[in-house]
């Protein structure tokens, strides 16, 4: 992808458009699958075929104002032991579909996992490698760094986690307090150091930009703090503010935040930082040390994206446990019940407590694989698109910018289309309609 970030274009990213974790994406997601969809999908993943699973632990110590996951207080001790207790009975349930499957890798995100205690993890973990092929599968979980302890890090390098992402956000004090997350930078660099020091060997730093009250200068201090540091990975993400969708965004000053131009400029600028600081940009909002096994898949051009955003993991299938996760299939996407008391009536009456989701149609793949391919490798062959003369004009203001261009059916990205990936991505999704405000804006 691009190098560059190029002009900015303010009626190019007016719209706004999804991320592009799956496609179709969550908002085409309906009521007409359930848990035999879940079970038909679990039956068609062939013997020889390595999955991935993902296991949501939807509950914080503390409660971000700024964030979109679903995720509640983990203020009582009784609830997370109920939910952990239910996510063995989801693990023996899809086992008993697919234990002769290959785990490749292992995610645990949330929330924050480590709202549970160590030992919970540690026999979350046994209870999955004991009930499937998981002799090399690669571990990888989120962290909320107040709160992580000596313990965790011991539990996590006796398990052989290889990968740790901490939510960083911002290194900013008052801007900290300004999004419900005070967090000094001293806390950061020591649970950095245990993780070091329990033999994980790939951390990542998420970080935000546009966040209220947040200057170039800010944003820039954070950049270099976290560069001090020396994550391997880092993601940088624009904040999203949708208080009609997310209540809790309602304690953020909307008036505090930066304007569009405003926010282009703070993604240039992180993308220039890390970029001078030698990591490859990933996509339009990741980067990593070159010898990661992300960049490798970016210059290899095995560059995924799912759930998990920017990826290396080449799997097909990515099943999902816990309340509100949702799940990968070729043919399905299939979320769980989001309220933690519904999943726990459904997986104790001995069924998946599958709700929501859509059944892929054959266009579906077609169009998912083309939009994939322009968030990772900018370029991706439309040979045999439908409507891909509609396609042609939704793309002219991008190609009268010099921001795409065409080689006979092939559409390729230039040097300084990265900013708007995802909104040329969006002329290839058949479910926008103009107007649609569900989404935040590109950049």
Known sequence: MSRSMGTYHPELLAVPVPRYTSYPTAAEFGDTVGPADMHA?????????????????????????????????????????????????????????????KVGRIAFGGGSPNAVAPAQLARLVERITSSFRCEDAVLSVEIDPRG??????????????????????????????????????????RVTELLRGAGVGSINFDLMYGLPGQSDAALQATLVESLAMTPDRLAVFGYAHVPS???????????????????????????????????????????????????????????????QGFT????????????????EFPGFLLQNEKNTGRYHIALAAGRFATVRGLRRTAEDRVRGRAIEAILTRGAADLSGMPELALIHDRLAPFEHRGLVKWEGATLGLSADARPYARSIAATIDAYRSPGARQFSTAV
Request: some cysteine.
């Open 245 to 307: 969708l997310i209540p809790r965004q309602r304690r953020i000053d909307a008036t505090a935040l930066p304007d569009g131009q405003a926010r282009f400029a703070q993604a240039a600028l992180a993308h220039t930082a890390l970029t001078g600081a030698g990591y490859a940009a990933i996509g339009f909002d990741h980067f990593a040390k070159p010898g990661d096994a992300l960049a490798k898949a970016s210059e290899d051009g095995t560059l995924r994206r799912n759930f």
């Open 148 to 189: 992580f302890t000596a313990e965790w890090a011991a539990m996590l390098g006796g398990l052989h986690v290889s990968r740790v992402s901490l939510g960083v956000q911002t290194l900013d004090p008052v801007i900290q307090a300004a999004i419900g997350r005070v967090q000094p930078v001293d806390e950061i660099r």
């Open 312 to 327: 290396e993991d080449s799997a097909a299938t990515l099943i999902a446990l816990g309340a509100s996760a949702i799940s």
């Open 41 to 101: 999908a679990l039956v068609g993943v062939a013997p020889d075929e390595t999955v991935s699973l993902y296991v949501h632990i939807p509950y914080c110590r503390q409660i971000c104002w700024y964030c979109g996951c679903n995720t509640g207080a983990a203020n009582r001790s009784a609830r997370l032991d109920a939910y952990m207790a239910r996510l063995e009975d989801e693990i023996a349930l899809v086992a008993d579909r697919i234990g002769h499957a």
